[in-house]
């Protein structure tokens, strides 16, 4: 079992930032990729960035350049930086993370959602 709690949402201007972070608990060293997400009103669930145990990354196009995911491993934290901000990139935002455990069996967990907003 994997526990996440996410924070940093808001209101926030277009063109600001924000910071979002991911704390992770339970069986952290099962933990394969962690990844962001995010749910716009009236649409389905859409990855936004991912990082790998190995510290590989991706990205959604619509927020290459734009946004950066890091983790630090010393804090079990996943974050996502978020700049030049877009009324587009409204929604809450899903920690997530794919986890495999020794049997081989894989886990999906979500944390509760922050919302972000960007209005003028």
């Known amino acids: 079992q994997v526990q996440l709690v996410e924070s940093g949402g808001g209101l926030v201007q277009p063109g600001g930032s924000l910071r979002l972070s991911c704390q992770t608990s339970?069986?952290?060293?099962?933990?394969?990729?962690m990844g962001w997400y995010r749910q716009a009103p009236g649409q389905q669930r859409a990855l936004v960035a991912t990082?790998?145990?190995?510290?590989?990354?991706n990205y959604a196009d619509s927020v290459k350049g734009r946004f950066t995911i890091s983790r630090d491993s010393a804090e079990n934290t996943v974050y996502l930086q978020m700049n030049t901000l877009k009324p587009e990139d409204t929604a809450v935002y899903y920690c997530?993370?794919?986890?495999?455990?020794?049997?081989?069996?894989?886990?999906?967990?979500w944390g509760q959602g922050t919302q972000v907003t960007v209005s003028s």
């Open positions: 997530n993370a794919e986890t495999t455990n020794r049997l081989g069996i894989r886990g999906d967990y």
């Open positions: 990082i790998t145990t190995g510290g590989t990354t």
């Open positions: 339970g069986s952290i060293s099962n933990i394969d990729r």
